[in-house]
């Protein structure tokens, strides 16, 4: 069974950091190119980040330069690091899994920004 499940989520000031975690199981993860997204009210999910899994990194504009996405393959593990929050971050955050032929998608996690 595979399942992809997020951490780290929770309420931060505006110009705070918060490291949101992705733990998969069920799946070779080490072949897998793995993204977080989110989605605030009102809104389509978007992608945020993503990493290949020979490493390559892609970021969202308007991200760029704050946010850092990392693997762990040891650990079956994504993370975001989230710098410099602003309140346009709000948005429950999914963890996402992709092989050629596959997709998951973790329950999400939400980040609130806001002082």
């Known amino acids: 069974q595979v399942q992809l499940v997020e951490s780290g989520g929770g309420l931060v000031q505006p110009g705070g950091s918060l490291r949101l975690s992705c733990a998969a199981s069920?799946?070779?993860?080490?072949?897998?190119?793995m993204g977080w997204y989110r989605q605030a009210p009102g809104k389509e999910r978007e992608l945020v980040a993503s990493?290949?899994?020979?490493?390559?990194?892609n970021y969202a504009d308007s991200v760029k330069g704050r946010f850092t996405i990392s693997r762990d393959n040891a650990k079956n593990t994504v993370y975001l690091q989230m710098n410099s929050l602003t309140p346009e971050g709000t948005a429950v955050y999914y963890c996402?899994?992709?092989?050629?032929?596959?997709?998951?998608w973790g329950p999400g996690t939400q980040v609130t920004v806001s002082s």
């Open positions: 996402n899994g992709a092989s050629r032929l596959l997709s998951y």
């Open positions: 990493i290949t899994s020979g490493g390559s990194t």
């Open positions: 069920g799946i070779i993860f080490s072949i897998y190119g």
